[in-house]
Structures are given as structure tokens and as C-alpha cells.
């Protein structure tokens, strides 16, 4: 159960995510009182571990609530009808409506409040009357492409998710919660303290355990016939694996535990996944698959699933009782590849007390374990290529990659905090930071300079898998620049923002890419350049021969070449 600790850390983390967003913020000084500095970065950390989203932009998009709206972006009052923020993803057919309610102070045996779900009503009533008269601004627009897409041949999902830093959670098996989804269709998930301080990844104690397993249950591997330093693949039971994943020190080293109910009070130890190439994820459609399976048909999981990688600082293998059996000594382990299942198998345990001895102890894994000392180029390795196998996006694997750390670490001292991995701000609470920018914001800085700042938006898978090498390659990427690069995408994001309000103009991120990449090639003054590249693109506007958004130009060929001719930039080596 989380405690005080748990509570304070969220509030330093929200601190970190507001003190990021307001020095991005032209309205950033308007908010001095430190919770409600708090508060406006909760909405952010939450956000980015559901959703998935990094970049801080982005995120703020996605906030609808009222107070938040005028303080960050300077927005008269508008209705939220109780939605605090919307995610609509694309990928898997959901629309994420999301309740906030943050805490000051520390209540252990407070609960969420249910009146908090029912206030989110009148937002989907609207939805499902299609009565959108009465809203107005940013929650109207998402009301209206909501509806757009629930009327569609496709199936979509709605969630309501209720958040709040609160120590017990909302319990979906009360009969008004029932009720509510039942009359709107939805599904109610709660949010709290427990799943919260999961989200937070900060570097652990070295996790150690013990195994004693059959010598048919293991073989051994080293990369050098003579090498005392081996690796292993190893047929372990489920129950085994929750006892040395466990937060009790005693139970993984109790390698000879006769009786499995001695597990039943455990959970899951969240630092063994510090090195996971994910981060936390809170949805996947494959923890559904894993439950089923380990209760339909648990003899049958060893061939089902993929099992779990693990590296170690140190393996220590001892023969024992007449060679019959081989004691395992794992130091400092950690595991970086089936986190989703770990972390499954850890909540079917919990989900019933006698899943232990009816299906989980009668399942069997497999297990990969490398000894990979303190070599962090190998453990990143490891990682990135056992994972490519899952549908892991390539932004994350190449997170691991040693020019990625690289640039967390350079960018740390010019006081830019590197985002690498879903999950992880790179925040760290010992520094202050004026900018936060995403790995997948960075490549599409980088791309647009390189000559494609109309493909830096719609490419950016690519931008981490076909392109990689071209922008972020030892041959080419200049870490000693990255610094000034980044500072000049936020200092002219600004700009733009200021000038928004001062012309109309519209602000979208295919645009910045355009002046950042403007500004590298002409060194011109920002304003100028935002003023001209407005005319250009009216200009270029009235010439096309159907009516088009900003966007869809700012994609075209066409464009790119009109702007270069503009500005007199000389594509010859793009």
C-alpha cells in the first residue's frame, strides 16, 4: 500500500512536469502557488504514462479543463462539463475521457470520491445525444470529432478514467459505477496512489535471488568455450517467478519454500523493471491473452508465451544434493524483456488467493538469464534486440541505444531534460530544468533540418527506423549542437505562440519545423521568418486548385520548393 513517501514523490514529479510546462508557457508566471503548480503537472504525468504521449506539447493539447486552459494558454472560461482531458487514439480504436481530483494533503484512508464520475456525465450525454450546442472551445471541437467517429462503421471503445492522487481506488464493482456504464456505454477505470507510483521509475537497490532447479530444467551457454562466465536458459515454475520478482527480500532467497500460500501477501517489486525498454505500460491488448491461458490452460503457457529475458551483474551456478540439482545465485538482476507478463502473472496472483495453487503453480516459463556484468552497451543490446521481436515501436528500442544516452547525459548539464522512453520524463529531482523535450520531438527537429521539414510530421516512425542512422549515425549527429538545437525550437514555438495572439495566426507543429529549419539556413530573425512563411503559405493557398488545410500544404512537395525559392535556400545538398 503506498504511503506518504508515494504521495510526496508525486507532487515532486508534478512540480518537475508544471515547472517544465509553464517556463514553455507565455502565461507560466501567472501561477506562483506551489499546488497549483502541482496540480496543473499532475495533469501531465498522468497523461503521458496512459496515453503514451511524450512531448509536452502534446500533452497539453489534450487537457480540456477550464482553470488549466486559462492559466497555461491565457483562455477566457469555458465549460469543461466536468472532462478535465481527452485522448483519442487512433491505433486502437479508444476515446480516453479523463476526471481529475488532486490532493493537497496526505489522507491514508481516503478514497476516491464517486460524485467525481458522475459529474463527467453531462460530457457524454452529449456525446450520446449529439447535443453540442451548449459547449463551446476545445471541449466542443473534441465533442464534435468524438461523435464523427462514433457514428463510423468502426468500433470504438469509451473509457472514463477517474484520477486522483488518493490512496484507495474507485471500486468498479459499486452498483452506481455499474450503472453509469451501463446507461452510457463506457468503462469506468480508476486511477490512484497504488497504480500512480508505478509510473515513477527511479534507479533501484540491486534486486538478488535464489533458485534451486533440476539439472533437466536448465542449460547452460558461454560465448567462449574456455570462458567461467556462463549464461542460461532455464524451465522455471510461475510461482517461482513470483517469489524471486517479489518486494520481500526474505521470500527470494527462500529457494527451498515448501508451501506456496507463504506468497500470497506479496506484490510485484516494480525496480526489477527499471531497465525495461517499455517503461510502464497501462493498457495492452495482451494481458487479456496471458490471464486466460494461465487459467484455461496453464500446462500450456510454456509454449504459448514468449517468456521472460533477464540480465545479472553476476550468476553464480552451485551443483548440489549428489548433482541432482543446481542452486542459482542471481546479483543484482534485472528484467528487460516480458515486463507485460511479469506484471500480469504478478496481478492474476493477486486477483485470487488460490490462483497460486490451482493454476499459477501447475504453469511453467521460460527463462533467458545473461550474466552481462556492469556492460551497459550489452544490457542495451540485449534489450533493443530481444524486444524487436514484440510490437515494441522503434522509437522505444532505439532508447537504449548508447548515442541516446549519450544525449540524455550531455543535454543533463545545459539543464534539457531528454525523454527517451514512454514513462520516464528524464527528470531526475536533484536538478532544475528549463526544457523537456521527447526523443521522437528531437528526431523531427533533427529531420527538419537535414531539408525535410514536410515529412518531419508524417514520418515519424521512419524518422526511428529507415532514417535513423542518416540523423542520429556517429558519423552525423553533432551532440555539442543539440543543446542551442533544442533551445531554438522553443524559443521560436514562443514566438509563434506570441504572434498567434497577436495576428491569428495558427500554431502546428509542421510549421515550426519549417521556421527552425528556416532560421538554420537563412540566419534570419525569427519574426520576419514567421511573418514571411505566413504569406508564402496564403500565397500558395489561393494559387492551389482546391481548397486545402494548413496542414495538408505544409505536406506537400509542391510547398517545400515554393519556400526554398522564397528564401533563396539552396537544396543541392538536401
Not at 510530421?457 to 542512422?469: M, N, T, V
Request: proline share 2%; net charge negative.
Amino acid at each position: 500500500m503506498p504511503n506518504i513517501n508515494d504521495f510526496k514523490l508525486v507532487a515532486k514529479k508534478s512540480e518537475k512536469y508544471a515547472d517544465i510546462l509553464l517556463n514553455d508557457s507565455n502565461c507560466g508566471q501567472k501561477v506562483k502557488e506551489p499546488k497549483k503548480r502541482e496540480r496543473l503537472g499532475f495533469y501531465l504525468f498522468i497523461l503521458e504514462n496512459v496515453c503514451g504521449i511524450r512531448d509536452i506539447f502534446d500533452l497539453r493539447d489534450l487537457v480540456t479543463d477550464t482553470e488549466f486552459n486559462q492559466l497555461v494558454l491565457g483562455e477566457t472560461k469555458k465549460d469543461d462539463c466536468g472532462i478535465d482531458a481527452i485522448h483519442i487514439n487512433e491505433e486502437d480504436f479508444s476515446i480516453n475521457l479523463f476526471n481529475f481530483k488532486y490532493r493537497e494533503k496526505f489522507n491514508p484512508g481516503k478514497a476516491q470520491c464517486l460524485n467525481e464520475a458522475f459529474i463527467s456525465a453531462k460530457f457524454v450525454n452529449a456525446l450520446t445525444t449529439e447535443q453540442t450546442d451548449n459547449l463551446e472551445g476545445k471541449i466542443k471541437e473534441f465533442a464534435i470529432s468524438i461523435i464523427e467517429k462514433l457514428n463510423s462503421n468502426d468500433e470504438w471503445k469509451l473509457h472514463l478514467y477517474v484520477v486522483s492522487n488518493e490512496n484507495i481506488e474507485l471500486k468498479k464493482s459499486n452498483e452506481d459505477i455499474k450503472r453509469l456504464e451501463q446507461a452510457y456505454g463506457l468503462e469506468v477505470k480508476a486511477v490512484g496512489l497504488v497504480q500512480i507510483s508505478q509510473y515513477m521509475s527511479i534507479r533501484p537497490e540491486p534486486i538478488n535471488a535464489e533458485l534451486m532447479l533440476d539439472t533437466d530444467a536448465i542449460m547452460s551457454f558461454s560465448e567462449d568455450p574456455i570462458s567461467s562466465s556462463k549464461s542460461y536458459i532455464i524451465r522455471l515454475p510461475i510461482n517461482e517467478i513470483i517469489r524471486i520478482t517479489c518486494n520481500s527480500e526474505e521470500m527470494r532467497n527462500q529457494y527451498n519454500m515448501e508451501n506456496v500460500q507463504d506468497l500470497r501477501d506479496i506484490e510485484l517489486d516494480y525496480s526489477v523493471l527499471f531497465d525495461n525498454v517499455r517503461g510502464f505500460v497501462a493498457r495492452s491488448k495482451y494481458n487479456k491473452n496471458i490471464s486466460t491461458t494461465l487459467k484455461k490452460e496453464p500446462s500450456k503457457f510454456f509454449m504459448y508465451n514468449n517468456g521472460l529475458t533477464l540480465i545479472a551483474e553476476d550468476i553464480e551456478a552451485i551443483n548440489t544434493n549428489a548433482n541432482k540439482k543446481i542452486k542459482l545465485k542471481l546479483k543484482s538482476f534485472q528484467v528487460i524483456n516480458g515486463g507485460q507478463t511479469l506484471r500480469t502473472i504478478h496481478k492474476f496472483h493477486k486477483f485470487d488467493e488460490g490462483n497460486i495453487d490451482e493454476y499459477l503453480s501447475n504453469s511453467q516459463i521460460l527463462v533467458r538469464i545473461f550474466k552481462t556484468t556492469n556492460d551497459k552497451v550489452l544490457n542495451n543490446k540485449i534489450a533493443e534486440y530481444t524486444n524487436s521481436q514484440n510490437s515494441i515501436s522503434s522509437v522505444d528500442l532505439k532508447s537504449l541505444r548508447p548515442e541516446q544516452m549519450h544525449l540524455e547525459q550531455y543535454l543533463r548539464e545545459y539543464e534539457v531534460a531528454y525523454s527517451r522512453k514512454t514513462g520516464d520524463t528524464g527528470l531526475t529531482d536533484d536538478r532544475t530544468y528549463k526544457y523537456q523535450i521527447s526523443m521522437e520531438r528531437f528526431g523531427q527537429v533533427l529531420y527538419s533540418l537535414k531539408g525535410n521539414p514536410h515529412k518531419a510530421s508524417s514520418r515519424k516512425k521512419q524518422i526511428f527506423d529507415k532514417h535513423y542512422d542518416e540523423i542520429f549515425g556517429e558519423e552525423v549527429l553533432v551532440v555539442e549542437d543539440s543543446p542551442g538545437q533544442i533551445k531554438k525550437y522553443f524559443e521560436l514555438t514562443s514566438l509563434y505562440e506570441t504572434k498567434q495572439k497577436k495576428h491569428g495566426y495558427v500554431v502546428i507543429d509542421q510549421k515550426i519545423f519549417y521556421i527552425l529549419y528556416l532560421h538554420y539556413k537563412t540566419n534570419r530573425d525569427g519574426e520576419e521568418l514567421i511573418d514571411r512563411f505566413e504569406e508564402a503559405l496564403k500565397e500558395y493557398s489561393s494559387t492551389a486548385k482546391e481548397p486545402m488545410t494548413d496542414a495538408r500544404i505544409l505536406v506537400q512537395a509542391g510547398f517545400k520548393k515554393s519556400v526554398d525559392e522564397k528564401f533563396l535556400i539552396n537544396t543541392v545538398d538536401q
